[in-house]
């Protein structure tokens, strides 16, 4: 983005990766700090002008569109200072895969996406602390806190939508490896119960099975290899749910071990003394289309110590 600013107005020149977006889309970020109902307020009295003219805030923005933003007052924003730098560091070495559009890095287990929630910066905070010259950093999918793997994190916008398409037309296609209690059917390939989001009166948000009203579901299982009482699996998810992995897993009798949400205490135990001490779920490898170089890029995740050494000592027992 190329971007002169005087001391009334600002004018910025739309680049091709900024194509198609929204104009207020664009202020809100662009303007960050500033309310959207101040936005949408120096829209309506046609401050904003794009190539001299007023427009509407649904207007898609095109390549050398001038963009003039009037003088406004952005709050003050606290800058993220990091204070765990050991941990934000070893992110380096987590990157399985990185060229200018892109990034897939194996996210550890206990680190959330982002930050909210009283969490003052999650992975994606941490990743611009180690790109700071990546402006465009943003997440393409989410993974839960507890589980780890392969993350996309996308450099440009133009590659985020791309992704984003492959996401929605459910081309890409993601593999987890789970532990789960019990043995597993080999015949049980399929499930697809309706997922809803539920908030308990404590304010926690659980999802729970809802033949009437949850969302259409479908999660693909494979077995990967048994043992006396557990069964390590392949879960591909179709659709892309809250938890769906976790709830289809529990819905069939068969809850992923130390789930802390939707987990079944007796087996947890049996697996902390054998050392575990995670939800054993990881997002092993994913398989998408480059949308910059139109290949097909297959990245796989390693297991980390704990899930290595749980598998370990199953396969000794």
Aim: proline share 4%; net charge positive.
């Amino acid at each position: 983005m190329s971007e002169k600013s005087g001391l009334k107005v600002s004018f910025v020149t739309i680049t091709e990766d900024q194509e198609g977006q929204r104009i207020d889309n664009f202020l809100v970020t662009h303007l960050k700090g500033v309310p959207k109902s101040a936005v949408y307020k120096i829209l309506r009295k046609g401050e904003v002008r794009v190539n001299k003219k007023r427009v509407k805030p649904v207007y898609r923005l095109q390549p050398n569109d001038q963009v003039r933003i009037p003088p406004i007052k952005v709050a003050e924003r606290e800058e993220f200072v990091p204070r765990n730098l050991d941990k934000i560091s070893a992110l380096e070495d987590a990157i399985i895969f990185e060229d200018n559009y892109l990034i897939v890095i194996n996210k550890p287990s206990g680190m959330a996406v982002h930050g909210g929630s009283g969490l003052s910066y999650g992975l994606i905070e941490a990743l611009r602390v180690l790109r700071p010259d990546e402006k465009n950093l943003e997440l393409v999918h989410r993974l839960d806190r507890d589980t780890s793997g392969c993350l996309l994190i996308s450099k440009r916008r133009s590659i985020l939508k791309g992704l984003h398409e492959q996401l929605r037309e459910k081309t890409m296609e993601k593999n987890y490896w789970a532990l789960v209690n019990g043995q597993w059917a080999a015949k049980l390939k399929n499930v697809t119960e309706p997922l809803r989001k539920n908030t308990l009166q404590s304010g926690e948000r659980v999802v729970r099975v809802d033949e009437e009203q949850g969302k259409p579901s479908h999660t693909r299982f494979r077995v990967l290899e048994r043992f006396s009482d557990c069964t390590l699996v392949q879960a591909s998810p179709v659709t892309g749910r809250t938890h769906q992995i976790r709830v289809h897993t529990q819905c069939k009798g068969h809850p992923i071990a130390c789930d802390d949400k939707y987990g079944d205490q007796v087996f947890d135990a049996k697996m902390r003394s054998r050392g575990l001490s995670r939800l054993f779920l990881h997002a092993h490898d994913l398989r998408f289309l480059h949308p910059k170089t139109e290949t097909t890029l297959h990245v796989e995740a390693p297991l980390d110590k704990a899930l290595e050494n749980c598998l370990k000592t199953l396969k000794e027992e």
